[in-house]
């Protein structure tokens, strides 16, 4: 079996309609996404997908990406954030200790 995507990355973008509760989902976060959209098509990567996802249930945690078929949960704040993310982990598969959010 071979897989359609070697890797397949959700950003939580679910906005909680009671305000008082924190969620992941933003400006922010939309732009972070498409960011990282557009600098994994032009580093010419292949056989990655980057998607919204609805609540992944970790709201404090957050905001927040997982990367599959890995399974690695990391909060992500900005755009150095994702350059990092690319570089170390996507390309190297190097974790990145600060940004991990332990399960």
Known sequence: MSL??????????????????RSCGSKEVIELRNYMKEKI?????????????????????????????????????NKKDIDLIIEKFIKNKKPIKNLLIKS
């Open 4 to 21: 359609f995507y070697k890797q397949h990355i959700f950003f939580c973008t679910n906005i909680r309609q009671d305000k008082n509760k």
């Open 41 to 77: 098509k032009e580093s010419g990567i292949r056989g990655i997908r980057v998607n919204n996802a609805g609540c992944l249930n970790r709201c404090k945690k957050g905001p927040l990406m997982v990367i599959y078929p890995e399974g690695v949960w990391m909060k992500v704040t």
